[in-house]
């Protein structure tokens, strides 16, 4: 499938005792019947990143101290918010000029500015030329790590991986999503949809996205049961002194190294390099192929935090206690182009 990536770089964001690390994978879909595309380019990936953290701190379950839930709620809020008049609109502001025709911006002149401050009603209720917009035909995997306190909780949706290195042993703590799984396949099968060649009605080689809505049509079925759903699976685990780093990366890394060797290639750089950003440039250098074939091909992108110091509990005026904040560093890099 030929996609591009797109990721925040080296950025964390703290709520009260939270922090907030994510990956997007913007997924440009390749149609075999279709010969040319319409699609939103990076703009599903940089929608999510401009507002599924807004939307996760306005959760009731977040306020309630369920980040697990508010997650999972905020990953199904991108897909409705992408939908609209206004929906239409940011996606039409986010995405690259290059791939937009003129009348692409149709209507963006002269409507309210983009971002403003708004109840979340009005995301459905803007008036507008694009008021019946569906959403994107393209979409964007995610996969979100937060810490808060001692805890650390996961929410993956699509082929995005979130790998914590403990006493050097890779734990997964995340799925791909991909079309052999029974449980994605029975999923797939009961909504109208099928697999062939590997691929989600022939055509997507994940089974969980955000965005991707021409696959999320059946009305009469919930978000998280149609043929392709923006729901993550939710992992939550206790951080320990013996953790060593987290990494969040793209499925440009793991096709090829496994967690392991992965896991078993940082601490080795680690042991001379203390810059974490290099480390992440050699995984990418150890990943590329010499030639524009095969495995290594693809866009890559990393996300590496290393927990520098025990976690603890240290008491805030909230009444909350927070960790010590790991060091964090990001990288991307392109597939080279075909000569």
């Given at each position: 499938?030929?996609?591009?990536?797109?990721c925040?770089?080296?950025?964390?964001?703290?709520?009260?005792s939270?922090?907030?690390?994510?990956?997007?994978?913007?997924q440009?879909?390749?149609?075999v019947?279709?010969?040319?595309?319409?699609?939103?380019?990076?703009?599903?990936?940089?929608?999510?990143?401009?507002?599924?953290?807004?939307?996760?701190?306005k959760?009731?379950?977040?306020?309630?101290?369920?980040i697990?839930?508010?997650a999972?709620k905020?990953?199904l809020?991108?897909?409705?918010?992408?939908?609209?008049?206004?929906?239409?609109r940011?996606l039409?502001?986010?995405?690259?000029k290059?791939?937009q025709s003129?009348?692409?911006?149709?209507?963006?002149?002269?409507?309210?500015?983009?971002?403003?401050?708004?109840?979340?009603?009005?995301?459905?209720?803007?008036?507008?030329?694009?008021?019946?917009y569906?959403?994107?035909?393209?979409?964007?995997?995610?996969?979100?790590?937060?810490?808060?306190?001692?805890?650390?909780?996961?929410?993956?949706?699509?082929?995005?991986r979130c790998?914590?290195?403990r006493?050097?042993?890779?734990?997964?703590?995340?799925?791909?999503?991909?079309?052999?799984?029974?449980?994605?396949?029975?999923?797939?099968?009961?909504?109208?949809?099928?697999?062939?060649?590997?691929?989600?009605?022939?055509?997507?080689?994940?089974?969980?996205?955000?965005g991707?809505m021409?696959?999320?049509?059946?009305?009469?079925?919930?978000?998280?049961?149609?043929?392709?759903?923006?729901n993550?699976?939710i992992n939550?685990?206790?951080?320990?002194e013996?953790?060593?780093?987290?990494?969040?990366?793209?499925?440009g890394?793991?096709d090829?190294m496994?967690?392991?060797?992965?896991?078993?290639?940082?601490?080795?750089?680690?042991?001379?390099?203390s810059?974490?950003?290099?480390?992440?440039?050699?995984?990418?250098?150890?990943?590329?192929?010499?030639?524009?074939?095969?495995?290594?091909?693809?866009?890559?992108?990393?996300?590496?935090v290393q927990?520098?110091k025990r976690?603890?509990?240290?008491?805030?005026?909230?009444?909350?206690?927070s960790?010590?904040?790991?060091?964090e560093?990001?990288?991307?890099?392109?597939?080279?182009?075909?000569?």
């Amino acid at each position: 499938m030929d996609h591009s990536t797109f990721c925040l770089p080296s950025w964390y964001e703290v709520f009260g005792s939270m922090l907030f690390i994510q990956i997007w994978t913007a997924q440009r879909l390749s149609l075999v019947s279709m010969m040319a595309m319409e699609f939103a380019g990076g703009s599903v990936a940089k929608f999510c990143a401009k507002y599924l953290h807004q939307q996760l701190i306005k959760q009731e379950a977040y306020s309630s101290g369920d980040i697990g839930t508010a997650a999972q709620k905020s990953f199904l809020r991108m897909d409705e918010m992408m939908c609209g008049q206004r929906g239409w609109r940011e996606l039409a502001i986010l995405g690259d000029k290059k791939d937009q025709s003129s009348d692409m911006m149709e209507g963006v002149v002269g409507s309210s500015k983009s971002g403003e401050e708004g109840h979340d009603e009005d995301w459905s209720v803007e008036e507008g030329p694009h008021s019946n917009y569906e959403g994107p035909k393209s979409g964007s995997t995610a996969c979100v790590a937060i810490i808060r306190n001692n805890q650390l909780v996961v929410a993956n949706s699509g082929d995005s991986r979130c790998v914590l290195s403990r006493k050097g042993q890779a734990h997964n703590l995340s799925k791909d999503h991909k079309p052999d799984l029974e449980s994605e396949k029975e999923r797939i099968v009961k909504a109208g949809g099928f697999i062939h060649g590997g691929r989600v009605n022939g055509s997507l080689n994940l089974t969980r996205a955000i965005g991707d809505m021409e696959m999320k049509k059946e009305k009469s079925l919930p978000a998280e049961k149609q043929i392709l759903t923006a729901n993550p699976d939710i992992n939550i685990v206790e951080l320990c002194e013996d953790d060593d780093f987290l990494v969040l990366a793209c499925d440009g890394i793991w096709d090829c190294m496994s967690s392991q060797q992965l896991v078993d290639f940082v601490l080795e750089q680690l042991k001379t390099e203390s810059k974490l950003s290099t480390v992440c440039e050699k995984v990418f250098d150890r990943c590329l192929a010499p030639t524009s074939g095969g495995e290594g091909c693809d866009n890559m992108t990393m996300i590496l935090v290393q927990f520098k110091k025990r976690p603890r509990s240290v008491p805030s005026t909230s009444g909350h206690s927070s960790p010590d904040q790991p060091s964090e560093s990001s990288g991307s890099k392109d597939k080279p182009e075909s000569t």
